[in-house]
């Protein structure tokens, strides 16, 4: 591969002639050759990149004007006699080529293409590489590239994923860019020759899968000479002297060669854009004046990570969308290796670990690598992990980003306690070197370890890589005798993974044993000389679900002791814990209340939860609070993934000095798509709401006690480009029974107009209390007699609390007449944006109530949507009032959302994780 490319800084571009020799390595012709073509990718908002940006959230893609995204524009592809050969973009795939041979390219045969083209530099602002404002060019797959041939084409789009998956090639560059500018790459630079007013570059290198160039103003780029090779490198380095930098690179190169082999290359090039796509996630959320660890650290951290993440990936050519578990499980494994060896007493906090009031934490005893547990258990917990074998774009964000990578080295280091010798070292260091730059599969890695082991590893391969089954073993019984303990031991999920079981005395290990497979033998015998206690898994090197039914006391009455501990913590499996923390609520009536909450969670999820919070009210001067316990069930890829039942209850005020108690048992029935990728979901929730409420001696109430039954199907499929949701409700009371449905649609369009619409039907099916209404539909702020909804002032009639108003029924802005329904409600929201987050909105609605005709109802005005769904204002200006702007008290007609819930506005920020 031969390219010649000039910069042109004026128009952000990079004018092309590149030359391709294409081997047919297949057994069959060929009639087409396909080009991957990623630079292309930012010229859609309809390209796969484009579709990735969208379902992770990030809006800057589709927002971002033409100018700031990249294209490719092929002016001509001729073959080696100049003529010219017919292209497309397959399928309207906007980052792939396809040539379309005029004779079929027979098997081992070849054809010369000459490409003439011109490439328009995305901004980094998408995926770190591009211009940057400086007008730096940090270039990744700016070239042509033949797709890979394996047993057919193999085919894939930019999805800012990683690596493409080619074939490695032999290519030439010869680069003219302004004589201001430098050029740092990892090939091999040949020649550099100054004319008047430009530069001309010369670089090559043999069996490469990328090709980074950066094109910049000022050389950024550190060169070390670390033994026979040149390290080039711009990551940030936190102000560390120039002999410890060149230490850390010296002590990461040497460990990486002992433990892998040699790089084949001559220049290793890595860069501060590689580590912030794949950063030590932890480290990367301090701010830069928190510095918890040692000096050299973090850097050195960072180097190691980069530089293995580089060496790998540059040298083991498995395909990177199917099978990077094999990449991601030799760099893990060897970063855990790393840290064991040079920094054995890290832990994970730092010297934060150490500090009067943290160090009681559970959390300060953990060690630096037992991040990679915890972080992949996180997932496992919330029943979203994914096999190691799933193509990285069927991943959800957290998966792909760290839970699959950590499950993979996790599972590697529990395979080595397992095997009790050095066999996971020696099969990584013998797979490297024999497969370097050699096409290879997981397959190979797989026999590879399963050569060097002793025992029988298949379970490894079939359920712990090939599946997402949960690893969950408990100690459900022991069997005393005089000198021995029969312990009995269930593997809740049926595989046939190992666990190793413990004799603890005082919290010491007398002995340890492997158990091979305990769902066909459950039953261990054990010397009862010395222990008090026998557990399994007690050193936690398996990544286990549930560790807290591990315990079985010998001597000890209580299998486990219980902990109380000030704030949440992480869990530790060796104390039943209770945690309390102070927690406080506002409303208008109880003020700001404040109590402690005594609760069971920790930060993994959890099965069973139990939370109770009274707290005192200041202005009510009374105990108000809430409480409640869940049991969760959980499944496996299923469509029904979850049933959850509890029950719940809280006393708040709902006015001055009037109080209400409300109890709801109920049961939910959690589905999903199977594609976890997807936001599609359905609840069905069944309840009964018990109310009771304080009599106002004033204002004697019809009915100050109720009992509603409930059932509600909810639909929702929420995505930044298209968001729907739906639902329907029914509720049973002895005095009225209705029937409501919603469904909300929003879409965001290419020329970045959106539009929202929102529909509510209601109609009760009978109601003996029409004397009032308590229980009617309302146009625009529902009563809400199952204190379902967060009003901050839910009793006022006039103050700045009255005019807070959720989303719910009519969603009316406008105070309008008749103001509820006792028969029936049918109403439409809609808005539009007029600039950025103003929009325009418009509401209509038939109100029905006994014995009156329906009448029809609108209003419109202006909605400045801040956070949308959580802080919005609402500005009407004409409804069936007339122009509302022109009374003298508008500012009380303005309506306002907002949240003050901290986990809705957590949610706001983790949905493009999960």
């Known amino acids: 591969m031969e390219i010649d490319a000039r910069l042109v800084d004026s128009t952000r571009s990079l004018e092309i002639s590149q030359h391709i020799r294409f081997i047919n390595t297949e057994k069959r012709e060929l009639v087409s050759i396909y080009l991957n073509d990623w630079n292309n990718a930012f010229s859609s908002k309809n390209s796969a990149l484009a579709r990735r940006f969208a379902e992770d959230y990030k809006r800057r893609f589709h927002f971002a004007k033409d100018h700031e995204r990249g294209h490719t524009y092929i002016h001509e592809v001729t073959d080696s006699q100049g003529d010219s050969l017919n292209w497309d973009r397959p399928g309207d795939i906007v980052d792939l080529l396809r040539i379309n041979l005029e004779q079929p390219l027979q098997p081992g045969d070849s054809i010369d293409l000459n490409f003439h083209y011109t490439v328009r530099v995305p901004e980094d602002n998408f995926t770190r590489f591009g211009m940057d404002r400086d007008h730096n060019y940090k270039l990744r797959y700016w070239y042509l590239v033949p797709a890979p041939l394996d047993n057919g084409w ?32 990892s090939l091999n630079l040949d020649r550099t020759k100054t004319q008047k007013g430009c530069k001309t570059l010369s670089f090559s290198g043999s069996e490469r899968l990328e090709s980074k160039m950066y094109i910049t103003k000022t050389y950024i780029f550190e060169s070390l000479a670390i033994n026979d090779k040149q390290i080039i490198t711009n990551i ?24 892998l082999g040699t790089y084949p290359h001559k220049d290793i090039f890595i860069t501060q854009e590689d580590y912030l796509n794949n950063p030590v996630y932890g480290l990367n959320q301090l701010p830069s004046f928190i510095r918890p660890f040692p000096d050299g650290f973090q850097y050195d951290i960072k180097i190691f990570k980069t530089l293995t993440e580089n060496y790998l990936t540059n040298t083991i050519l498995v395909n990177p969308r199917t099978e990077k578990w094999v990449i991601d499980a030799m760099m893990y494994t060897l970063m855990m290796d790393y840290v064991d060896r040079y920094y054995p007493n890290m832990k994970l906090l730092g010297n934060l670990s150490k500090i009067i009031g943290l160090r009681w934490f559970h959390a300060a005893d953990l060690e630096f690598n037992d991040q990679y547990q915890f972080l992949y258990m996180n997932m496992a917990r919330m029943n979203l992990d994914q096999p190691l074998t799933t193509s990285q774009d069927s991943l959800v964000k957290f998966n792909k980003n760290i839970a699959n990578a950590y499950k993979a080295g996790v599972g590697m280091k529990y395979l080595q306690a397992y095997l009790e010798d050095e066999s996971v070292q020696q099969s990584i260091k013998e797979f490297y070197e024999a497969n370097m730059l050699r096409k290879v599969s997981a397959r190979d890695f797989e026999n590879t370890l399963k050569n060097n082991s002793e025992k029988d590893i298949s379970w490894f391969f079939q359920e712990y890589v090939g599946t997402n089954k949960k690893i969950d073993f408990k100690l459900t019984d022991i069997r005393k005798t005089d000198d021995s303990v029969q312990a009995v031991i269930r593997d809740l999920r049926n595989t046939h993974m190992p666990v190793s079981l413990y004799g603890i005395k005082d919290g010491d290990i007398v002995f340890k044993k492997w158990v091979e497979d305990p769902a066909s033998n459950d039953t261990v015998v054990v010397p009862r000389e010395g222990i008090d206690r026998l557990a399994l898994n007690y050193e936690q090197e398996i990544p286990e679900f549930n560790q807290r039914n591990n315990y079985r006391g010998v001597t000890k009455l209580f299998n486990k002791p219980i902990q109380f501990r ?14 309390f923390m102070p927690e406080f609520e506002y409303n208008l009536y109880d003020g700001i209340a404040i109590g402690p909450k005594v609760y069971n969670k920790t930060v993994l999820s959890k099965t069973f939860n139990f939370s109770f919070s009274p707290k005192y009210g200041f202005n009510s001067q009374t105990i108000v609070g809430s409480g409640g316990l869940s049991n969760t069930h959980q499944f496996d890829n299923q469509k029904l993934y979850a049933i959850r039942y509890g029950i719940s209850g809280n006393r708040f005020s709902y006015g001055y000095n009037l109080f209400y108690k409300k109890i709801t048992p109920y049961l939910l029935f959690a589905f999903r798509n199977p594609y976890l990728r997807s936001n599609e979901g359905q609840r069905l929730l069944i309840r009964n709401v018990k109310v009771q409420r304080d009599e106002n001696p004033e204002f004697p109430l019809e009915q100050p006690n109720y009992n509603v039954f409930n059932v509600n199907y909810a639909y929702s499929n929420p995505n930044f480009i298209k968001y729907l949701t739906a639902s329907i409700d029914w509720q049973l009371s002895d005095k009225f029974s209705k029937i409501s449905a919603t469904a909300e649609y929003r879409k965001l369009f290419t020329n970045n107009r959106q539009v929202n619409l929102r529909f509510f039907t209601g109609t009760f099916l009978y109601n003996d209390k029409r004397n009032n209404d308590y229980f009617s539909f309302a146009l625009d702020r529902p009563t809400d007699y199952l204190f379902d909804y967060n009003y901050y002032g839910r009793s006022q009639g006039s ?6 108003i959720i989303m719910a029924e009519g969603g009316f802005k406008s105070q309008l007449q008749p103001e509820y329904a006792n028969e029936w409600l049918m109403s439409m929201n809609a808005s539009t944006n007029i600039w950025n987050w103003i929009y325009a909105y418009g509401d209509i609605g038939m109100v029905k109530n006994r014995g009156e005709n329906g009448k029809f109802l609108y209003d419109s005005g202006i909605r400045v949507s801040l956070v949308q769904d959580y802080f919005e204002l609402f500005f009407p200006v004409y409804s069936n009032l007339g122009w509302e702007l022109d009374d003298p008290n508008y500012d009380q007609k303005i309506r306002f959302i907002v949240s003050l819930d901290i986990n809705t506005l957590i949610r706001l920020f983790t949905r493009r994780w999960y």
């Open 799 to 804: 103050g700045l609390f009255s005019q807070q």
């Open 566 to 579: 000030l704030l949440q913590d992480i869990e530790d499996p060796r104390y039943n814990q209770i945690f």
């Open 236 to 259: 940030e380095d936190e102000d560390i002297e120039f002999n410890m930098k060149k230490a850390v690179l010296t002590k990461a190169l040497n460990f990486l060669e002992e433990n």
């Open 154 to 185: 193999k085919l894939y789009s930019h999805q800012d994923l990683g690596l493409q998956y080619v074939q490695p090639y032999n290519i030439r560059i010869k680069l003219d860019i302004p004589t201001e500018f430098y050029a740092a790459s």
